[in-house]
Each structure stands twice: as C-alpha cells, then as structure tokens.
C-alpha cells in the first residue's frame, strides 16, 4: 500500500488533519509567510511553547523539525521545520530541504499522526527554486524510508503558480 499524497491549493491553516507543516525560521519566534499566519490563526500557546523549546534547545537548526499543539488552527498539531535559504545550490540546499521533509515526517511517526499536510517549504522569502522543491518534497514522501503508510499526505500549495509546478509533477 502506497501513502495517499493529495494535491490541494488552499490556506495551510484551514486544513483539518493531525499535523500541519510550518516553514519556520531558526530562531522560532514566528516570521511572515506560512509562519505568520500560523501563529497569527494558532494563537498564543503556539508562541509559548515555541519559548519553551528554544529555552532548552536554543531555536532549530535548518532541515530540522520540532512539534508543538495546533492551538486554535483544524490540526492537532504543528510540525515546526526550518528549510534552507537559495544560495545558488552548492551550499547543500537540496539536502537540507530533504532533510525538512524526512524529519518532519519521522517526528509525526514518533508522535503516532497518521494524516500530515506540507506547504511549500523554502519557495517563498528563502527563494528555493519552486520546480526543484516540488521535486524534492514529493521525491522524499513517496521514498520515506521508515516503511510507515501515512493515511493522508497533503501538498498543500496557497498560490496557483505552486499547485500548477506540483500538479505537473505528480501527473508525470
């Protein structure tokens, strides 16, 4: 059995599963893009155990994730990962938006959530190449590697430029 990977174009924080992706920044003090509205829609708690995390772990370094509740947002929970900034490519950025996919993927495993939404990691302000990280996104989620079938997988695209790149790709 194959994990269902969906394609929808909507607003991240109005979808209703176990654990939407956040595209946060290091500090995790919350930010514009999918961040903001996040935090903005999430509430308070959101922020607040986003101080938590950071006073025992000093903020999340890039390709790396971390789990807080929804608050106030459809989904349970929120999986915080922070993709690389677009240096042109040989700064490992393929690697480390990858790693964005796999870690937060393994994170909703270790917390037992079976359906899991992802915006556009990196595409926005960090102006990953969009093509290459659609590549990348349903590349990792189709060859996750821990053998665990999520019931839902959603690639959530805001913008139609986005959910265009990723219908093209899924339908090759």
């Known amino acids: 059995m194959k994990t ?24 995790l003090l919350g930010g514009g893009g999918v961040d903001g509205a996040i935090h903005y829609k999430g509430g308070k708690t959101i922020l607040d155990e986003y101080i938590a995390i950071r006073n025992k772990q000093g903020g999340c ?15 349970k929970y929120v999986i915080h990962t922070v993709g690389p900034v677009w240096q042109g490519g040989n700064k490992n950025e393929a690697q480390l938006l990858e790693d964005c996919y796999t870690n937060s993927l393994r994170l909703a495993i270790e917390n037992k959530l079976s359906s899991i939404a992802f915006p556009n990691i990196s595409t926005g302000i ?7 990280a659609a590549m ?9 590697p821990e053998g665990h079938q999520f019931e839902k997988v959603l690639l959530v695209c805001f913008d139609e430029e986005n959910f265009l790149i990723y219908k093209r790709i899924l339908e090759a």
Request: charged share 15%; net charge negative; no cysteine.
């Open 61 to 75: 370094a890039t390709g790396e994730a971390v789990i807080t509740t929804g608050s106030n947002l459809p989904a």
């Open 136 to 144: 990348i996104a349903i590349q990792t989620i189709k060859n996750f």
């Open 4 to 27: 269902n990977i969906q394609l929808i174009q909507a607003d991240i924080t109005t979808i209703d599963v176990d654990v939407i992706v956040n595209a946060a920044n290091s500090s």
């Open 126 to 132: 960090y102006r990953f190449p969009k093509e290459q």
